[in-house]
T-cell receptor, first 115, second 113 residues
Framework: AQTVTQSQPEMSVQEAETVTLSCTYD???????LFWYKQPPSRQMILVIR??????QNATENRFSVNFQKAAKSFSLKISDSQLGDAAMYFC????????????FGQGTTLQVKP | SQTIHQWPATLVQPVGSPLSLECTVE??????LYWYRQAAGRGLQLLFY??????ISSEVPQNLSASRPQDRQFILSSKKLLLSDSGFYLC????????????FGSGTRLTVV
């Protein structure tokens, strides 16, 4: 069974600086998808960025980018120019390519942004 | 465009009472549907998923059940709530065979007293 691990329960960053959130996963599959979700205090789950395992190029969405290391099974999220609105809980998630499409989540990292 | 509706937003129920949470999706057909539970300050645990009408898969043994009476309707139920059923419940959908993540509902905060 696949597992997702986020080893940092809490992180903090100064506004305008850069922070990296860590995520590792375990799988025996070769094709899969990885995601980062943001959950602000409203608790609405918001998709931040996604990565297809077959793509070597790291995904980027504006200030958000990932460092995908397939051999190491690592999928970290980098937030550049941090803003106060980035404060939230961030979840790393794994999705198999099977038709059930189940998302397996990590435990989450709470990000605090200091003004 | 597709939207997902989940209600109620908050619910306080006594122990032993029944539960029914409803989730509906608009703007798509034959979605995969999911129920997750999130304990306070914790990650999301998959409870049930459904790939079609009447098809329910349970991920963890528990006091809850799920049903999918219509293509775009997913219901989470319990006959008798336990204190341990308290939590934040999220419904989600995605399209089969895509690399997109889920779209989540706004969630239901359930407190069993």
């Amino acid at each position: 069974a696949q597992t997702v691990t986020q080893s940092q329960p809490e992180m903090s960053v100064q506004e305008a600086e850069t922070v990296t959130l860590s995520c590792t996963y375990d799988t025996s599959e070769s094709d899969y998808y990885l995601f980062w979700y943001k959950q602000p205090p409203s608790r609405q789950m918001i998709l931040v960025i996604r990565q297809e395992a077959y793509k070597q190029q790291n995904a980027t969405e504006n200030r958000f980018s990932v460092n995908f290391q397939k051999a190491a099974k690592s999928f970290s999220l980098k937030i550049s120019d941090s803003q106060l609105g980035d404060a939230a809980m961030y979840f790393c998630a794994y999705r198999s390519e099977s038709n059930t499409g189940k998302l397996i989540f990590g435990q989450g990292t709470t990000l605090q942004v200091k003004p | 465009s597709q939207t997902i509706h989940q209600w109620p937003a908050t619910l306080v129920q006594p122990v032993g009472s029944p539960l029914s949470l409803e989730c509906t999706v608009e703007g798509t057909s034959n979605p995969n549907l999911y129920w997750y539970r999130q304990a306070a300050g914790r990650g999301l645990q998959l409870l049930f998923y459904s790939v079609g009408i009447g098809q329910i898969s349970s991920e963890v043994p528990q006091n809850l059940s799920a049903s999918r009476p219509q293509d775009r309707q997913f219901i989470l139920s319990s006959k008798k709530l336990l204190l341990s059923d308290s939590g934040f419940y999220l419904c989600a959908w995605n399209r089969d065979s895509t690399n997109y993540g889920y779209t989540f509902g706004s969630g239901t905060r359930l407190t069993v007293v």
